[in-house]
């Protein structure tokens, strides 16, 4: 048998993991409530009609050919004008790449800029793919911490005492996947004065940016004078359209990042473009009505509300507060009392005993993820209260025997 590379042998994917598992207790019938996936058309969320039909007048306007590989003009106008609008941030055209979600574009760009061994500082914990994609191209993930007391800020005296002369960039993700962080003014200032002063650039994923639920989301380069900004955002989660696979990457800077900025887009014309029917739908999303937003907003804030309260009056379980995403970090306080060795046991035994599905933390960080559990807060209500019933007397059964 030919062997896989040894490059492959690492990729694992946390989220998908638990998978299956729970697809094996669905063979026998049995009704498993999910609380793993951060995917809003799972639940009760779908792409806003205009959108539709603006994809399906796309495709009967013949936009059905190949784009040029940066993406539409149209398209990276309409990006450029709300990153005008939005964040009061100037990009030319030629700073803007249309990918297939961000997860070509962070794939693109770790690939174009990491050499084996320099190192990328990520959250922790973070969303896998920083990890898992800096591991591949044999460069290494450093975690700084995110401080769980603080609603999961970054702990900036742990970036600054991490760095070293191979690191490449520092990466934020804002609002945060897993913790629903959103980050503060302050905190973010304070990463760039650290960038700036080590000349390093900031890498920032802004997916969230609009999934707020109290305050406003800060974009990183609107904030970032003279030190350079790569943000990631997309159409997935703020728009309803994961499974579109469109997302883009703006670089921000003074020169610094040329050689990096033509390695990208050498790399992305060498997979010739991103969907081009669902370009031109994207032009729409952008530039049509935005109603669908506070909507989304407002049901999602009961539901992190319901979360929080009922997730807190569980024993041995606490719980931080987010402000954006979907998703809840809850962390196991009595593990160890509970019975299980990990985390990873725990959710595999919730899974089992009370049909509720999770991710475990460490899947997100095996520092600063251990010992919780990361949850959506996408299900309605009463699903909600039916997971966290179930988890309830779970936690009692457990703590009790
Ligand atoms: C922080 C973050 N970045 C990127 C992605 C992937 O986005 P896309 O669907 O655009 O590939 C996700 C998906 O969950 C995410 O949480």
Redesign the pocket.
């Known amino acids: 048998m030919l062997k896989a590379s040894k490059r492959s042998q690492d990729v694992s994917y946390a989220i998908r993991e638990v998978i299956l598992p729970a697809r094996a207790l669905k063979k026998q019938g049995i009704d498993v409530l999910h609380l793993n996936i951060?995917d809003p058309n799972k639940y009760d969320f779908d792409t806003p009609q205009h959108i539709k039909d603006a994809l399906y007048q796309a495709a009967q306007d013949g936009y059905n050919g190949y784009s040029p590989s940066e993406g539409e003009p149209e398209l990276l106008q309409a990006i450029i004008q709300r990153e005008q609008k939005r964040n009061a941030v100037h990009y030319d055209l030629s700073d803007i790449c249309v990918t297939t979600?961000?997860?070509e574009a962070?794939q693109i760009l770790l690939s174009a800029s990491l050499d084996p061994t320099e190192e990328l500082l990520i959250p922790g914990p973070t969303?896998p793919?920083y990890s898992l994609i800096t591991k591949v191209y044999g460069a290494v993930p450093v975690s700084y911490r995110c401080i769980e007391e603080k609603n999961w800020q970054p702990d900036i005296d742990h970036i600054r005492s991490l760095l070293t002369k191979k690191t490449k960039g520092i990466v934020l993700?804002n609002p945060n996947?897993p913790t629903g962080a959103l980050y503060s003014e302050k905190v973010i200032k304070e990463i760039i004065d650290i960038a700036g002063e080590h000349g390093i650039p900031i890498i920032s994923?802004e997916?969230?940016d609009d999934l707020t639920f109290d305050g406003v989301q800060h974009a990183t380069a609107s904030l970032a004078k003279d030190v350079p900004v790569i943000t990631?955002n997309?159409f997935?989660k703020v728009y309803l359209m994961?499974g579109w696979?469109m997302?883009y990457i703006m670089f921000r800077h003074q020169g610094e990042l040329d050689d990096i900025q033509e390695a990208f887009m050498r790399i992305a014309r060498s997979r010739l473009c991103a969907n081009s029917v669902c370009q031109h739908a994207c032009i729409h999303a952008l530039k049509g009505p935005q109603d669908h937003i506070k909507v989304v907003n407002d049901k999602l804030r009961k539901r992190r509300d319901l979360a929080y309260k009922r997730l807190n009056e569980i024993p041995g379980i606490s719980t931080a507060k987010p402000d954006g995403a979907f998703y809840i970090f809850p962390k196991i306080e009595q593990l160890q009392e509970g019975g299980w060795k990990t985390d990873k046991d725990f959710v595999l035994d919730l899974l089992q005993t009370a049909h509720v599905l999770t991710v475990h933390g460490s899947g997100f960080c095996a520092t600063y993820g251990k010992d919780h559990f990361r949850a959506v807060i996408l299900p309605n209500e009463h699903t909600l209260e039916q997971a966290f019933d179930k988890l309830e007397s779970f936690m009692k059964k457990r703590l009790h025997s």
């Open positions: 951060g979600g961000v997860t962070l969303y793919q993700i996947n994923d997916i969230y990631f997309g997935s994961p696979r997302g």
